[in-house]
């Protein structure tokens, strides 16, 4: 069974940082794309940064500069590195794998709130 477990979020100020952690568990997970998630309240869930097979890096154009999205495979892990994190950047941010399509299997994401 699948299973993706996030953590590492948290409240913080405005140009603060935060690292979250994505591990997954019933899938080979370097064979996957993976991707960071974030849905903010009263908004669909988008895609803000993915990362290759061959650890090539997309981000969106609100977050370019600001993330690093990595991943472990011997750990079966991704990380997003988050900087200078604004007002903007809240919501619950999720991961999730990619063969040809997005998966429809999500975990319980893990929230994180910027405010001063």
């Known amino acids: 069974q699948v299973h993706f477990v996030e953590s590492g979020g948290s409240s913080v100020q405005p140009g603060g940082s935060l690292r979250l952690s994505c591990t997954a568990s019933?899938?080979?997970?370097?064979?996957?794309?993976w991707g960071w998630f974030r849905q903010a309240p009263g908004k669909q869930r988008e895609l803000v940064a993915a990362?290759?097979?061959?650890?090539?890096?997309n981000y969106s154009d609100s977050v370019n500069g600001r993330f690093a999205i990595s991943r472990d495979n011997p750990k079966s892990t991704v990380y997003l590195q988050m900087n200078d994190l604004k007002p903007e950047d809240t919501g619950v941010y999720y991961c999730?794998?990619?063969?040809?399509?997005?998966?429809?299997?999500w975990g319980q994401g893990t929230q994180v709130t910027v405010s001063s």
């Open positions: 019933g899938i080979a997970f370097l064979n996957y794309v």
């Open positions: 990362i290759s097979t061959a650890a090539s890096t």
């Open positions: 999730n794998s990619r063969r040809s399509t997005w998966s429809d299997h």
